[in-house]
């Protein structure tokens, strides 16, 4: 996985450097006429566990910038208004991801998301504790994070 990862790099400076465009859409189409290359250079052979990968690390990416947005204009519209309508509490998000990278990526995630803040994960690694700024259902908003960050962090890793 690692050589096809530092070939479609490495493909994509190419490409860069033979355009002489060195924007930052150039890089990223690079990247993506590469990774499409090498995806059908494959086609006969058994398919690197790359090609599989890639694509989940883009959706959760795309996930991780809509719930950013989202939370983004939440916050903003709050602090805009004349009354305040934070409904704050702290809420114990059971965990199926079990790696400390996992944990991690989620916990930071969760974190960098405007109105939430990881606080801790429990000694046994079961349970991530989550403040929330909008806390109206707490069953709801277990249930964003196990199905949005958790789910396409369990995808990527598995």
């Known amino acids: 996985m690692k050589n096809k990862f530092l070939s479609n790099i490495l493909l994509t400076f190419v490409w860069v450097a033979l355009t002489g465009d ?26 690197s566990r790359y090609f ?6 883009i959706l959760l990416l795309l996930n991780f910038l809509y719930e ?5 204009l939440e916050v903003a519209y709050e602090v805009i208004t004349p ?27 969760i974190s960098l998301t405007p109105g939430t803040l990881s606080i801790d994960v429990s000694n046994d690694k079961k349970v ?22 958790e789910r396409r962090i369990l995808e990527v890793l598995s």
């Open 22 to 47: 060195f924007s930052f859409e150039n890089y990223l189409f690079g990247f993506f006429l590469n990774f499409h290359i090498l995806w059908i250079i494959t086609v006969g052979r058994k398919r």
């Open 68 to 72: 950013l947005v989202k939370a983004n």
């Open 83 to 109: 009354r305040l309508n934070v409904t704050p509490g702290i809420i114990m998000v059971p965990l199926d991801v079990k790696s400390d990278i996992g944990i991690t990526v989620l916990a930071n995630m």
């Open 128 to 149: 991530l504790f989550v403040h929330a700024m909008y806390l109206k259902d707490r069953e709801k908003f277990i249930r964003g994070i196990k199905d949005g960050f």
């Open 52 to 57: 599989l990968i890639v694509p989940k690390i």
